[in-house]
Structure formats: structure tokens, C-alpha cells
């Protein structure tokens, strides 16, 4: 018996879309196995992909470690410390030996003071958390009142000359460490005319402040020698708070330590 045609026509039909799927799956495999992949190893495509990859990356780095701003001293990398540099503005000089800096990397090459996204902030308010506090390094200033306590003769002096010294000054912090009340360490430098001036080691010279004097935790970025020379000079001379005599003198240091037992046992401001 003979199956009609009209049964027989589909299933034909059918073979037919299949071998055609076969064959137009066949041809891709052929095209992609066919092509020519030698162009892609080719030195002439290779070595400039290799190059700008390798200055993207460059560039970044160099941006991470050269020209990013850092705004405060809790962001500074671990691995700056006691390494790098920071230069920048003081916007605010608070005590004889502490200050705000906004930092500004690269300076005018980086294109601070010149080009409009790269200007340092003229008002108080858009300074808010976005300045460096830092600790001058190895000396220790007469303590201003603070917190109800009295202040200590020649603390203002000494805040008026660091004010006069650095305050709206572009000046470079060498910085060392953290310390407990979030301010960075360092050894700064300011240029007074030609001249590059450690405004520690001045500070010393003018008699406003002593060498710092601590069980643990002093920093003196190797200029401890140097800086004790700068205080026997200042006291052969007289100059500052080694004029009232030796008799009358009180260093910040014994001064916290007083302050400390007057307030029954808590704990020294080390400012």
C-alpha cells in the first residue's frame, strides 16, 4: 500500500531546512577556522597596544603618587611615611608649633594658582576637611591657654613669629608619622628669599621654643644634634623665654607635666 504524496512532503521538507542548517553551520566553523589570527601577533599591532597599556598604567601610578591631593592626614599611605614630600599652602597657623596645610601637589607645574579647578580655597568654609594638620618636628613651643588652663609666658610670641614666618607660604613637610591627635610629623621647610629655611630649627635660633623633650615617641628626622646646638646658641644670647633667666623658666614640657597634676592625673596635652 502507498502512503499518500501529502504525507510523505513534509517530512522532505523538513530533511531539506535541516541539511541547510548543516550546511550554514559548516561554513561559519570553515570562515572562523579560516581566519587570519597572525594579524593579532603581528609586532607592528602588538607593540603599540603593549606601549599605550603600559603608559595608561604609568600614568595612573605616577598620578597616585605624584599629583593626587591629599586632603587630610588620616589619608596619607602608610608607605609615605619617613619616604616623601608634601608641599603646599598654609591656610591657618594655630599654636607655636602646629599649623594647617593644604596640600597641593605639583605646585604651579601641577597647576595650582593658574588653572581654575586647581585654586586653593580663599574661605574658611571651603577649607572645612580639606587640610593636612601638621606637628613641627623635634621642637616644642610655649602652650597657649587651653581648656581653662593658663597660657605660659612667650606663647604668643611665639605663635605671632610662626604666623609671620609661614601663614600663606608655600612650604614642604618632610613627613615621618601619625601621632595621636591626627597630625602629621614633619620637618618643614619655607623659602625666605634664596634661602630654603628649617622653620624648627629658626624657631629654635629665635628662642620661641625648645627641643622636644618625651620618654618615647620624639621625632627629630636626624636633626636632633643640630637642633640642641640651636638652643645652647638661643641660651648664650638670652633670646625668647631663656631671657627671664633659668631660675624663672618653665619648658612646655615641665609645664604639661604640671598641668597634669593640677587636673589630678589626667592625661598631658602634647601640642
Known amino acids: 500500500m502507498r502512503w499518500p504524496r501529502s504525507l510523505l512532503t513534509p517530512a522532505a521538507d523538513d530533511d531539506d531546512d535541516y541539511e541547510k542548517r548543516k550546511a550554514q553551520a559548516t561554513k561559519w566553523t570553515h570562515a572562523l577556522n579560516a581566519t587570519d589570527w597572525t594579524h593579532y601577533t603581528d609586532p607592528r599591532t602588538v607593540v603599540p597596544v603593549v606601549l599605550l597599556t603600559a603608559t595608561c598604567l604609568g600614568s595612573y601610578t ?3 603618587s605624584y599629583l593626587r591631593r591629599i586632603p587630610q592626614a588620616s589619608l596619607i599611605q602608610p608607605t609615605f611615611w619617613r619616604k616623601r614630600s608634601l608641599f603646599g599652602r598654609v591656610t ?4 607655636g608649633d602646629n599649623f594647617r596645610l593644604f596640600h597641593t601637589p605639583g605646585g604651579r607645574l601641577g597647576g ?6 586647581r585654586m586653593v580655597p580663599g574661605e574658611r568654609a571651603g577649607l572645612k576637611d580639606k587640610t593636612i594638620h601638621v606637628r613641627l618636628a623635634g621642637i616644642d613651643a610655649p602652650e597657649l591657654a587651653h581648656f581653662g588652663r593658663p597660657s605660659q609666658p612667650h606663647s604668643q610670641d611665639a605663635l605671632d613669629w610662626l604666623t609671620r614666618y609661614i601663614l600663606h607660604r608655600r612650604v614642604r613637610a618632610y613627613i615621618y608619622k601619625r601621632d595621636q591627635y591626627d597630625r602629621a610629623v ?3 621647610y619655607v623659602r625666605r628669599g634664596l634661602l630654603r629655611r628649617d622653620v624648627g630649627l629658626q624657631m629654635l635660633r629665635a628662642g620661641l621654643a625648645t627641643v622636644y623633650e618625651a620618654k618615647s615617641g620624639a621625632e627629630y628626622g636626624q636633626l636632633e644634634t643640630r637642633y640642641r646646638f640651636a638652643e645652647a646658641w638661643a641660651k648664650t644670647r638670652k633670646k625668647g623665654i631663656w631671657g627671664a633667666g633659668r631660675a624663672a623658666f618653665e619648658s612646655p614640657r615641665d609645664y604639661k607635666n604640671r598641668m597634669k597634676d593640677v587636673n589630678n592625673g589626667s592625661p598631658p596635652i602634647s601640642i
Not at 92 to 95: I, Q, R, T, Y
Open 62 to 64: 605616577f598620578y597616585r
Open 92 to 95: 591657618s597657623v594655630g599654636d
Open 112 to 117: 595650582w594658582g593658574w588653572l581654575p579647578w
Open 186 to 188: 614633619a620637618t618643614v
